[in-house]
């Protein structure tokens, strides 16, 4: 059986790259969820909507570092989904709070994912958002939800996949 | 010199059999050299795509710069959220609102 797909939002891939462990030297839930990815629990599918945002950050933050960062990617870009048109990030956007995310939102419908990953709860996680997703058949986790899926942790009741 | 080869035993339908014939002699190889290009290739593309993203390696370059700025994860995630504000202003915002307001009923 092929592993789950996973469609990281920019805030959480930068979470699992940057923060994968916090000032004390504990494991952080992005931590966790590399970790799982590390070990094959999941697949990650990857937009050029996303990619760019990177790109931007790190363009602005970490200029010294960028050229290399975008080499580490530079084997992986043909595995990277197509940037959304313009009538598909039309189609996304009555189901967000903020037009500026209708890209990814599109983005991800491209990668067909079967989870979309992000701790933007006023974004991904509104009613809106959620009926979006369920009517590509995509369900939205945070990273906590993402380790309740796997049997990491559980599953708390009406708190939106946030940790207790 | 002898090649190191081991024998496998393979049953395929007939119309695959006649297809992987035909695909041979097409390009003029034996039928046992299609099956090994034909393998070789599936292993290739498999082990390709079960290649993970070099999350580590990008920390380990980017983590020791977020520290030196002493910069938080709160506040990194909001610089990336007035990147994608940015980014949806400058290549997005009017394309899409006008396609948007012609598909509103009138």
């Not at chain 1, 009517?135 to 899926?149: F, Q």
């Not at chain 2, 090994?36 to 290739?41: G, P």
């Not at chain 2, 082990?47 to 070099?54: D, G, I």
């Amino acid at each position: 059986m092929s592993p789950m797909r996973v469609f990281p939002d920019t805030g959480v891939l930068l979470a699992m790259i940057v923060f994968p462990y916090d000032r004390a030297g504990a494991l952080t839930l992005a931590g966790e969820v590399l970790q799982l990815y590390e070990g094959g629990a999941f697949d990650l599918v990857i937009g050029q909507a996303v990619v760019d945002e990177l790109d931007e950050v790190l363009d602005e933050r970490f200029p010294r570092h960028r050229s290399r960062a975008v080499s580490l990617l530079m084997p992986f870009t043909d595995r990277l989904t197509r940037w959304p048109t313009p009538l598909e990030i039309a189609a996304a956007l009555p189901f967000c709070s903020d037009p500026s995310d209708t890209p990814i939102f599109a983005s991800a419908v491209i990668a067909q994912p079967d989870i979309v990953l992000s701790n933007d709860f006023r974004a991904f996680h509104t009613l809106q958002a959620k009926a979006f997703w369920k009517a590509y058949g995509i369900t939205v986790e945070s990273l906590y939800g993402l380790l309740c899926v796997f049997g990491r942790r559980e599953r708390r009741g009406g708190n939106g996949g946030r940790p207790p | 010199m002898s090649m190191d080869v081991k024998r496998i035993t393979i049953r395929v339908p007939p119309v695959l059999h006649q297809q992987l014939c035909q695909t041979a002699a097409d390009q003029s190889l034996s039928l046992n050299m299609l099956t090994v290009r034909a393998l070789e290739a599936y292993i290739e593309e498999t082990s390709a795509s079960q290649e993970r993203l070099p999350l580590r390696e990008l920390g380990a370059l980017l983590s020791p710069a977020v520290e030196a700025a002493e910069l938080t994860e709160e506040e990194l995630l909001h610089h990336a959220r007035q990147v994608r504000h940015r980014i949806w202003q400058e290549r997005y915002e009017k394309t899409v609102q006008a396609l948007a307001a012609q598909q509103e009923p009138r």
